[in-house]
């Protein structure tokens, strides 16, 4: 079973990521290390964000020609691409950059699953101890009844 990525602990890549594919206006996708380079982040990391989110990011269906790598692009940006562009037609009318109510939308997302993350782990953390507690009272309650001496 493939583990999945924490949104707490990947925001940075992944804002970085969404605001870069979301407005780019000449490339709708770029391959991980040309875009680790634009943004100057470490290759490695960015394509395990990558290829870890695929309901955000999509990778391209092929390697590309000159680099041999495989391109991603935000899904959302592939969702509402216009069809009726001609086939020769540059990027920018192809795939339109988001809109700012669009990579806003893009950008909650990120956050409130890092605060659902944190919440869940914080409620973790909680319950643990109360149940550790309760534990610990129980074996007191427990030691005190064995040990006591008997009847009056």
Do not use: C
Not at 81 to 96: C, I, Q, T, V
Not at 136 to 144: G, K, R
């Amino acid at each position: 079973m493939e583990r999945r990525l924490s949104y707490s602990k990947h925001a940075d890549y992944l804002i970085a990521a969404i605001s870069h594919l979301a407005e780019n206006k000449h490339h709708w996708s770029r391959t991980i290390d040309k875009m680790a380079h634009e943004l100057g982040l470490e290759p490695k990391q960015l394509g395990g964000v990558l290829k870890g989110f695929p309901g955000l990011f999509r990778r391209s269906s092929k390697k590309g020609e000159k680099t041999g790598e495989y391109a991603y692009g935000l899904q959302m940006r592939w969702a509402l691409r216009n069809r009726d562009a001609a086939h020769d037609a540059p990027p920018s009318e192809k795939y339109p950059t988001l809109s700012v109510q669009q990579t806003r939308l893009l950008m909650e997302f990120v956050m409130h699953s890092v605060e659902s993350e944190q919440n869940s782990r914080t409620a973790w953390v909680s319950n643990s101890f109360s149940t550790l507690a309760a534990i610990i009272a129980a074996t007191a309650a427990i030691y005190v009844a064995w040990t006591a001496p008997a009847g009056p």
